[in-house]
């Protein structure tokens, strides 16, 4: 079984500051983590994902996560935010059960000028 | 190349009747996946198709079942409807002979139950 942690339901930074998401999982089984991003009244979109090769994994838009096995944690960061990048983020989980995600409740980030 | 895509849009229904929501994958893609999306919360599995059979299920009741098609498109129904019913119901599509594939979500249809 898979489970998702999200530390901080809201996070708010200033334009330019450093972004940083939250995320540690429980998996029984080497894990598939993702990051996606969710604008209002849209789907999810994949931000990055982590699939055992290099633990730094770089996404799109500037983010990247890192794995950390010994923490069981895969945080979501961004040197530098920008107003567009206000959204709510999910980290999610997959085993090997065909794809199956188990998303954490999300954050949503504000970002001021 | 078209992405994966949803309708409608958005629906309202009232409790006790019955819907459809319809999907169709991203171009080359085999498997669907539906998840529900309650307001405030993380999307969660509802279930898979993979060659237009079940192939996994989450935590959700009967009341909920699928399709899928031989062109890969699925529907997702759900019966007897409940207000707790109402979210957002994302369709997300991969290819199924690689585990796990990467997910890509459609936009969504908004289920209103009133």
């Known amino acids: 079984a898979q489970s998702v942690t999200q530390l901080g339901s809201h996070v708010s930074v200033s334009e330019g500051a450093l972004v940083l998401l939250r995320c540690n999982y429980s998996?029984?089984?080497?894990?598939?983590l993702f990051w996606y991003v969710q604008y209002p009244n849209q789907g999810l979109q994949l931000l990055l994902k982590y699939t055992s090769a290099a633990t730094l994994v770089k996404g799109i838009n500037g983010f990247e996560a890192e794995f950390k096995k010994s923490e069981t944690s895969f945080h979501l960061t961004k040197p530098s935010a920008h107003m567009s990048d206000a959204a709510e983020y999910f980290c999610?989980?997959?085993?090997?059960?065909?794809?199956?995600?188990?998303f954490g409740q999300g954050t949503i980030l504000t970002v001021h000028p | 190349d078209a992405g994966v895509t949803q309708s409608p849009t958005h629906l309202i229904k009232t409790r006790g009747q019955q819907v459809t929501l319809r999907c169709s994958p991203k171009?080359?893609?085999?498997?669907v996946s539906w998840y529900q999306q309650a307001l405030g919360q993380g999307p969660q599995f509802i279930f898979q198709y993979y060659e237009e059979e079940e192939r996994q299920r989450g935590n959700f009741p009967d009341r909920f079942s699928g399709h899928q098609f031989p062109n890969y498109s699925s529907e997702l129904n759900v019966n007897a409807l409940l207000l707790g019913d109402s979210a957002l119901y994302l369709c997300?599509?991969?290819?199924?002979?690689?585990?796990?594939?990467?997910?890509?979500f459609g936009p969504g249809t908004r289920l209103t139950v009133l």
């Open positions: 998996s029984s089984v080497p894990p598939y």
């Open positions: 171009s080359g893609h085999d498997t």
């Open positions: 997300a599509s991969s290819l199924g002979d690689r585990t796990p594939d990467t997910q890509y």
């Open positions: 999610a989980v997959s085993g090997t059960s065909y794809g199956k995600l188990t």
